[in-house]
């Protein structure tokens, strides 16, 4: 069998965000690059946060689905530099955030009010209501925040922007 960085691209783009599984590890751009030489495939992958549990189950995924398609000599680096952008996540995996619940992030890292950590007015996941408000800086996991939608009383994570 013939392995290919696109066949590999297209089998690893399949795998879920552990957290948050409605959106693939791809679309959130953590997928960054394949490398094929010889009998190795080295996977580069980048965190979205230091310390970020999930990416010990992405890895795994990522060696199994390796293994299925042959590759013994399956090996996942984590890269750091450039750091995780939310600049990264695809307008498709903003989109499927939004019908799941969570606010994707507002700003770009370019806003400097979002390297402040201070979102524009957020819309509701569920009502469209602008009437919002935070709750908590941290939310279900560390790379989100907890807020309140006051017309629908509905509590949603936001997305936070890095």
């Given at each position: 069998?013939?392995?290919?960085?696109?066949?590999?691209?297209?089998?690893?783009?399949?795998?879920?965000?552990?957290?948050?599984?409605?959106?693939?590890?791809?679309e959130l751009g953590?997928?960054?690059?394949?490398?094929?030489?010889?009998?190795?495939?080295?996977?580069?992958?980048?965190?979205?946060?230091?310390?970020?549990?999930?990416?010990?189950?992405?890895?795994?995924?990522?060696?199994?689905?390796?293994?299925?398609?042959?590759?013994?000599?399956?090996?996942?680096?984590?890269?750091?530099?450039?750091?995780?952008?939310?600049?990264?996540?695809?307008?498709?995996?903003?989109?499927?955030?939004?019908?799941?619940?969570?606010?994707?992030?507002?700003?770009?890292?370019?806003?400097?009010?979002?390297?402040?950590?201070?979102?524009?007015?957020?819309?509701?996941?569920?009502?469209?209501?602008?009437?919002t408000k935070m709750?908590?800086?941290?939310?279900?996991?560390?790379?989100?925040?907890?807020?309140?939608?006051?017309?629908?009383?509905?509590?949603?994570?936001?997305?936070?922007?890095?």
């Amino acid at each position: 069998m013939v392995v290919t960085k696109e066949k590999i691209f297209t089998l690893l783009s399949e795998i879920p965000d552990p957290e948050i599984p409605v959106i693939n590890i791809s679309e959130l751009g953590i997928l960054r690059d394949i490398i094929v030489k010889d009998d190795t495939v080295e996977v580069l992958i980048t965190p979205t946060y230091s310390g970020c549990p999930a990416m010990k189950q992405i890895e795994d995924d990522i060696l199994t689905i390796l293994k299925k398609e042959g590759v013994e000599n399956g090996k996942v680096t984590m890269v750091y530099n450039p750091a995780w952008t939310t600049d990264w996540i695809t307008p498709e995996a903003n989109e499927k955030l939004r019908k799941y619940g969570i606010a994707p992030p507002e700003k770009t890292t370019m806003d400097k009010g979002a390297l402040l950590g201070k979102p524009k007015v957020l819309e509701c996941p569920r009502c469209k209501s602008k009437n919002t408000k935070m709750i908590s800086q941290f939310g279900s996991t560390a790379c989100k925040a907890l807020f309140q939608c006051e017309d629908c009383k509905e509590a949603f994570d936001y997305f936070k922007c890095i």
